[in-house]
């Protein structure tokens, strides 16, 4: 009762003086972030994790304490299908974390895949993020917190706690003070164009105009028209003076999405108007100051890479006086949770969406494991559709889910050998179980690998023989006699004793006696 009480209690910080600034975090912090939880105001909550001289972290109902930003109340999880015993995160080095299940734990989920021995997991697997599934109820993602945290009245609309997508909101303040050309990088679907007018929004410009024109639908023939105007009489259809976006958005912004679909005629004549900042109507003999601040969009990426592309590269280096890299959304898979609320949210105002507003954990965890190759926009569809009552992205097994997660690490993953065949549980026999149990130190994978057994057969036949005891019925003092008979810490005493270690460890630990790990 007394650790309840100690992981219940809540600690409020307040900000300084300079709250209004940019709030800052350790970037060599890992965190926790709920991206699905029953209560939907948790979503988007991060926990700091805090790992022990060991490099051990623990997880449960009562731990970490999981908050909006570090400068609000903070609370843990619990949620009542979760166990107040930990699941332990143990630091492997590099991106590597091992996953310590506890018997009590019901139903632990990695990256899709459930996980009943101590396992292994890169954060690269996914992309930068690993995905936590607890009891089928609540969804959490490992990933690095950004070094900077934006307040959150920010003015633009950017929905996410990533590290990813909080480097481009620094990216966003630090570019909008100046008038610097900027170029925005991504992948199609990602966003750019919300960057863009993010960027137009928090700049001293906002009173003024955000002219926007997207490249790749304005015909080759009338894109000089479009971009600098005419003059009447220039070619057979100008029938009067016309104004291009330069002059449109003269005192304000000009946003090129598609930047790179620009006519190759044309681009020697936008980046003159980008030298000299004098904008000149076809068939016009005189030249028109204007103050216009430039952004351009462009999923091409090739078009950075001088020796292979087409793209004027004068123009190309202006352009990008200052350039933001959207990521893709597998790449930021702990903001899933939160763009699946907002555009649930969002949806409430078109009365044809009529569907639920609430979100299944099955679809949060299919959600959160897809690829996303139209990334954000095809996150919003996807949304649209379950609002309609269609289905959204198909929902995978777990053994679909590690066929595509072998697929999308074809290198690291295809070196496996095939496993051969696995034995019939009633070819095994209770000696057999036992001697195997034995020899491997009571380690339940292993023990299933040399019976050749599955590792659910294993358990069915310990079920059968009644091989493990229940550590209720266990005293304190034959605990207390096998740590002093019996060499080799934990794994030889859980084994002794035919009790998992993890269960072992947490009552060792109520006993205040060290674990000898």
Not at 46 to 51: D, G, R
Not at 194 to 221: E, K, T, W, Y
């Amino acid at each position: 009762m007394e650790n309840e009480k100690r992981y219940l209690k809540i600690e409020t910080i307040v900000a300084g003086p300079s709250d209004s600034d940019a709030l800052r975090l350790d970037v060599s912090k890992l965190c926790l972030g709920i991206v699905h939880h029953p209560i939907r105001e948790r979503i988007g909550e991060f926990a700091q994790l805090e790992f022990d001289r060991q490099g051990t972290a623990a997880l449960s109902r009562l731990v970490p304490m999981f908050g909006k930003s570090p400068f609000q109340e903070a609370r843990p999880l619990l949620d009542p299908h979760l166990s107040r015993s930990p699941v332990f995160i143990e630091q492997m080095g590099g991106t590597q974390f091992k996953f310590i299940p506890n018997g009590k734990f019901p139903h632990l989920t990695i990256n899709g895949r459930l996980v009943e021995e101590p396992a292994v997991f890169d954060m690269a697997e996914l992309g930068d993020e690993i995905v936590i599934g607890l009891a089928n109820t609540v969804l959490l993602a490992l990933f690095r917190r950004a070094v900077t945290q934006h307040k959150a009245n920010d003015q633009h609309d950017l929905v996410g706690i990533s590290h990813a997508i909080s480097t481009v909101r620094s990216k966003i303040a630090l570019v909008a003070q100046t008038d610097v050309s900027a170029l925005i990088l991504g992948e199609t679907g990602t966003g750019k164009e919300l960057i863009a007018q993010a960027i137009h929004q928090s700049s001293r410009r906002s009173s003024n105009r955000l002219v926007s024109v997207n490249m790749s639908a304005v015909m080759p023939s009338l894109a000089a028209a479009e971009l600098f105007g005419v003059r009447r009489g220039a070619f057979t259809d100008a029938s009067a003076d016309k104004a291009g976006l330069f002059e449109q958005a003269d005192r304000g912004t000009l946003f090129l999405d598609e930047v790179g679909a620009t006519p190759i005629e044309v681009q020697p004549m936008l980046l003159r108007v980008l030298e000299d900042c004098k904008v000149k109507r076809l068939g016009d003999e005189k030249s028109k100051l204007v103050d216009v601040r430039i952004l351009a969009a462009t999923d091409q990426l090739d078009i950075v890479n001088a020796e292979k592309s087409a793209f004027n590269q004068p123009l190309f280096r202006r352009l990008e006086g200052f350039s933001i890299e959207v990521p893709p959304l597998r790449k930021r898979r702990i903001d899933v949770g939160l763009l699946v609320d907002h555009f649930m949210m969002k949806g409430q105002e078109h009365t044809a969406l009529i569907g639920p507003t609430q979100f299944a954990y099955s679809n949060a965890l299919s959600f959160s494991l897809h690829h996303w190759p139209g990334n954000v926009r095809e996150l919003r569809n996807a949304v649209q559709k379950l609002r309609l009552g269609e289905t959204a992205i198909p929902l995978r097994t777990a053994s679909e889910m590690e066929a595509a997660l072998i697929t999308q690490n074809d290198q690291s993953l295809r070196s496996k050998a095939p496993r051969r065949a696995y034995r019939k549980p009633a070819d095994i026999t209770k000696s057999m179980m036992f001697s195997a149990l034995n020899d491997s130190d009571w380690i339940i994978k292993k023990a299933a690998q040399s019976l050749n057994v599955s590792r659910t057969s294993m358990y069915e036949l310990m079920r059968k023989y009644r091989a493990k005891r229940r550590l209720t019925d266990i005293t304190d003092d034959e605990i207390l006699k096998t740590t002093g008979e019996v060499d080799g810490g934990i794994v030889r005493w859980a084994a002794h004793l035919r009790v998992g270690h993890q269960e072992l460890r947490d009552r060792i630990s109520l006993l205040n006696m060290p674990s000898d790990e």
